[in-house]
Antibody, heavy 119, light 114 residues
Framework: QVQLVESGGGVVQPGGSLRLSCAAS????????MHWVRQAPGKGLEWVAF????????NYADSVKGRFTISRDNSKNTLYLQMNSLRAEDTAVYYC????????????WGQGTLVTVSS | DIVMTQSPDSLAVSLGERATINCKSS????????????LAWYQQKPGQPPKLLIY???TRESGVPDRFSGSGSGTDFTLTISSLQAEDVAVYYC??????????FGQGTRLEIK
């Protein structure tokens, strides 16, 4: 069965960096684009970033552009999110999400990893 | 960016009654080339990730009970729960994937039992 397992969250000071990982299994990771979506405590869902199946095409939300980098290693079935220059407003649960084939609706989500940016 | 606006923000419905949640997009999410609406609905329970209920505005995800249905086209959409069950208490989100980036979500609708 499809599994997405995020890791790498934690507490970091403003201006710091963190790298999140998402280990995928149960499907052919290398043929799917993948996404990161976040949710601030008690708030709604915010799409963060996308990488095409081959890692060449990437898109970002304006709120993270220039600070976050999405990447993937298809040999390890792993998705990454490098987060630099972190701000308090980046505090959230970060989910990796797999889209339905041919549609960017997300049929599988990880359990999420909490990132807290605080001094 | 396409703005998604849900109504109401919260809703209380009696068990066995119909629940209706609306979602309006600031631009059409219908692609005329394939006549598909790029609109999805999710259910999120506390402490859990969202669960996909509906995509292409009306296609029910595998395993989702048939009391959940989606309708609408263009800019106006509805999620209907035909007979509310206790396990349906959750927050519901709509999402557009038509004009991306960015993918955008509605603000959420909290559904409770009356």
């Amino acid at each position: 069965q499809v599994q997405l397992v995020e890791s790498g969250g934690g507490v970091v000071q403003p201006g710091g960096s963190l790298r999140l990982s998402c280990a995928a299994s149960g499907f052919t990771f290398s043929i799917y684009g993948m996404h990161w979506v976040r949710q601030a405590p008690g708030k709604g869902l915010e799409w963060v970033a996308f990488t095409r199946y081959d890692g060449i095409n990437k898109n970002y939300a304006d709120s993270v552009k220039g600070r976050f980098t999405i990447s993937r290693d298809n040999s390890k079935n792993t998705l990454y999110l490098q987060m630099n220059s972190l701000r308090a407003e980046d505090t959230a649960v970060y989910y990796c999400a797999k889209p339905v084939a041919a549609a960017n609706a997300f049929d599988y989500w990880g359990q999420g990893t909490l990132v807290t940016v605080s001094s | 960016d396409i703005v998604m606006t849900q109504s109401p923000d919260s809703l209380a419905v009696s068990l066995g009654e119909r629940a209706t949640i609306n979602c309006k997009s600031s631009q059409s999410v219908l692609y005329s080339s394939n006549n598909k609406n790029y609109l999805a609905w999710y259910q999120q329970k506390p402490g859990q990730p969202p669960k996909l209920l509906i995509y292409w505005a009306s296609t029910r995800e595998s395993g989702v009970p048939d009391r959940f249905s989606g309708s609408g086209s263009g800019t106006d959409f509805t999620l209907t729960i035909s007979s509310l069950q206790a396990e349906d208490v959750a927050v519901y989100y709509c999402q557009q994937y038509h004009s991306t980036p960015p993918i955008t979500f509605g603000q959420g609708t909290r559904l409770e039992i009356k």
